[in-house]
């Protein structure tokens, strides 16, 4: 239990720097807390090298996702801004559907405001556009952004 603590910790760190305020996409603590306490959601901890974090050491990203029937939605997906570009959310995600495959899925999916810089990301992974849902968020400064939904077959 201490030990999910001390992540939750280290994920909130991540959330505070990684997430820009104009879109009100990070989560707060509750949020993440209530969604470990359900026992469908997985997460996974990146060092500043992208592979898996040691206990207690400082971590550069993170994942959340949720699984359902033969499917896992990845619902958070960040790295802070001092270690982007240096492969470690190509290796996270990596990590993340490997592992989601793992726990049975057999498709991956994702949602994203359309102009996310993680397009290219995804989409170099294997995720196509399925779906989008047109003015589906509201940014802080008042803008209307459209939802785009990603899937890839595992
Ligand atoms: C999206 C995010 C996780 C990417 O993390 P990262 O560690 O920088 O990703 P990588 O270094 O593995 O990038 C892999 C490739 O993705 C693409 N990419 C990543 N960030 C990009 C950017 N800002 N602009 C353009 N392409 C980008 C590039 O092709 C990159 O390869 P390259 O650096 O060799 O050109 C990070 O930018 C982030 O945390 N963003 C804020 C949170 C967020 O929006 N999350 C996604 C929610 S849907």
Redesign the pocket.
Known sequence: MSQKIDDIDRIMAIMAV???PE?G?AWNRRQIEDALLIGNCHYLLAGEA?AEALAGEPI??FSLSRTGYEEEE?L??????Q???????????ARFAAAAKERGARRLL????RG???E???R?HGFVQIGERLNYYRSRSGPRLDAITFACDC
Request: proline share 3%; aromatic share 14%; glycine share 10%.
């Open positions: 990684a997430f820009d879109y996409e992208g550069a990203g990845l958070l997906f960040a790295v802070a801004p270690f982007r570009r240096r492969g470690v959310g190509q290796q996270l995600l994702l949602e994203m405001r996310n810089s993680a290219s990301l995804y170099a």
